[in-house]
């Protein structure tokens, strides 16, 4: 009995063993995949038009940067259309727009803007339950340096 234990013991820990060598050996396979699929992602990206952080910068020139909307009544949804020039010698991104709040809605020019082009992005401010002196933002990340810009918009909605 007690030699069928140890012949049991011995069996599991060679099993155990050999296991391990596997999953060591499927590992390292898995790296090499992982490492591959990385490359691939990072190759993806380059060719990406809207992928900006492998990209030339370029330089934006906005019409402004900051828009009073004035007086609003309540319930209103304010829009304005903030231009942009492409001032720059490279394509320019415009890779995402982030509004300050859950108010604001926005539209952009997806395509990259040649050199001396023009884009947009449109703002909507609703101001249904906001009653009072609203101050918002959108943050817009670019191929630029400095990596986003800050357009602001104001005004004041005044109840029904």
């Known amino acids: 009995m007690k030699k069928l234990l140890i012949f049991a013991t011995f069996i599991g820990f060679s099993l155990f063993w050999i296991g391990c060598e596997k999953t060591e050996e499927s590992g390292a396979e898995s790296s090499e995949e992982v490492s591959a699929e990385a490359e691939t992602e990072e190759n993806a990206d380059a060719e990406n038009p809207n992928a900006t952080d492998n990209m030339p910068v370029s330089q934006v020139e906005f019409d402004e940067e900051n828009h009073n909307f004035g007086k609003i009544t309540e319930g209103t949804v304010a829009e304005h259309v903030f231009k942009f020039k492409n001032?720059?010698?490279?394509?320019?991104?415009?890779?995402?727009?982030?509004?300050?709040?859950?108010?604001?809605?926005?539209?952009?020019?997806?395509?990259?803007?040649?050199p001396g082009g023009d884009g947009f992005i449109k703002i909507g401010f609703d101001s249904n339950g906001k009653v009072g002196n609203q101050n918002k933002s959108v943050t817009v990340e670019l191929n630029i340096s400095e990596r986003v810009k800050t357009l602001t918009f104001q005004g004041e909605v005044v109840g029904k």
Not at 95 to 100: D, L, Y
Not at 101 to 112: F, I, L, R, V
């Open 87 to 114: 001032t720059g010698s490279n394509p320019l991104v415009v890779k995402n727009v982030k509004p300050s709040c859950g108010c604001t809605a926005s539209e952009w020019t997806k395509e990259p803007v040649a």
